[in-house]
């Protein structure tokens, strides 16, 4: 199971850079995200670093109880 990295760490944000499904796995692990990524990579490496970089930089909801 993947460790996974708080929103907007620094690791997260230069593998979304290099290598956008990389950013999304260890922002979030293997969800329909990760698999979005890997599709907008293969269609054009541009649109999935934008999409990770979306993905790993926008805050996570908060649970309020």
């Known amino acids: 199971m993947a460790t996974k990295v ?3 760490s620094a690791a997260a944000i230069v593998a979304a850079l ?3 499904p990389l ?3 260890l ?3 293997i969800t329909p995200s990760f698999w979005a ?4 990579t293969i269609l054009g490496f541009i649109p ?3 999409f990770a970089l979306f993905t ?3 805050p996570r909801p908060t ?3």
């Open 63 to 65: 649970l309020a109880f």
């Open 48 to 50: 999935g670093m934008a």
């Open 23 to 25: 950013g999304v796995f």
């Open 37 to 40: 990524a890997v599709a907008l």
């Open 6 to 8: 708080r929103s907007g």
């Open 27 to 29: 922002h979030q692990g």
């Open 18 to 20: 290099l290598l956008p």
């Open 56 to 58: 790993v930089l926008k």
